[in-house]
């Protein structure tokens, strides 16, 4: 493949020691190694190829799960992560955890298994990013009551301007300041491009996670302008790090063991690749990505050593483009 062809790469690859696919190329088949560090080195490759079709502004999301082994558990995931950035030079902006709501059976001596990783890395610091395409919009808006406006959870402003006023804390120039601030956030509450806000003000509430001003940028605000504002912008909030999506568990004609939820797939390509854009998933199993990437408006492209599952995702393909051309 061509170098910076694709703008996104979306894949699971086989978890080591866990399946035996039925494809006879046992040569490339991966997650059968004799031990987890060739497995954490034939990945590493693998991917260091990936990084190289990928354009400089694209990201990589990798879903894969942990093993255990003799009784241990391996950490296997953190493993291929700290190869991948380590020795593949890759960038990691979020560690996803998949909470698939259900686990398995438990054993007697440890608790149930219910999650995964998804890793997303990228290549640089500055890459395609639509944070809008992904956020969650507000249940609550703000309110008219009379001739006063309050933000979605009850906030006017009339508790905020008086501890501005009373502050033994604020010099002159930081009450002036303070008030002006509190005044135009209103105002963005009033034109509708706030939902909400909270205010902490010097010596009346106490700086988020930190006062230490040398880790917390919020402290040092605090103590060289006295206040700061956190907004929550009307457009809504970006999802956080923990996904609850139930694993795929229809039923299915095909014999794939281990399929993607699309749920799982739709953020990673709405936020990271652009309409029209190329999803690439080297191990695409019975092709749920590039589906997936269709249902989206995107491209796909699938790398399948399988030959079953190769012509079970043909026929899928097929499914979904005559579905888009109804």
């Known amino acids: 493949m061509e170098s910076e062809s694709v703008d996104c790469i979306i894949t699971s690859p086989p978890y080591w020691g866990m399946r035996k696919y039925d494809n006879d190329d046992d040569k490339h088949e991966v997650g059968n190694e004799k031990n987890f560090s060739e497995y954490v080195e034939k990945l590493t490759t693998i991917f260091t190829e990936a990084q190289r079709v990928l354009k400089r502004k694209g990201s990589f999301w990798l879903n894969i799960g942990d093993k255990y082994d003799d009784k241990a558990l391996m950490g296997m995931p953190w493993r291929v992560a700290i190869a991948l950035m380590d020795k593949g030079g890759w960038m990691m902006r979020n560690d996803v955890i998949w909470n698939q709501l259900k686990g398995t059976q438990s054993c007697k001596d440890r608790l149930r298994d219910s999650y995964e990783h998804v890793f997303h890395f990228v290549k640089s610091k500055k890459y395609y ?8 919009l507000p249940r609550l808006k703000p309110k008219r009551i009379g001739e006063k406006v309050i933000s979605a959870t009850g906030v006017s402003g009339k508790k905020y301007r008086q501890q501005i006023e009373e502050s033994q804390m604020l010099t002159l120039s930081e009450k002036e300041a303070a008030t002006k601030a509190l005044d135009e956030v209103l105002q963005q ?4 491009e706030v939902n909400d806000f909270r205010m902490t003000i010097r010596g009346v509430q106490r700086a988020w996670h930190s006062n230490d001003t040398s880790i917390s940028g919020r402290a040092k605000e605090l103590q060289e302008r006295g206040f700061y504002i956190m907004k929550i912008g009307a457009k809504g909030h970006l999802p956080t790090d923990i996904w609850d999506i139930v694993p795929e568990d229809t039923w299915r004609k095909d014999s794939h063991c281990a399929v993607f939820p699309e749920e799982l797939l739709r953020i990673p390509i709405m936020a990271t690749c652009p309409e029209d854009g190329i999803v690439l998933d080297p191990f695409s199993g019975t092709g749920s990505t590039v589906v997936a990437a269709l249902k989206l408006g995107r ?17 899928r393909i097929i499914d979904e483009e005559l579905a888009l051309a109804i």
């Open 129 to 136: 990013y639509d944070a809008d395409a992904i956020r969650i």
């Open 189 to 192: 509450v009033i034109n509708g």
């Open 299 to 315: 491209r796909g492209i699938g790398i399948e050593l399988s030959e079953e599952y190769l012509n079970v995702s043909k026929h």
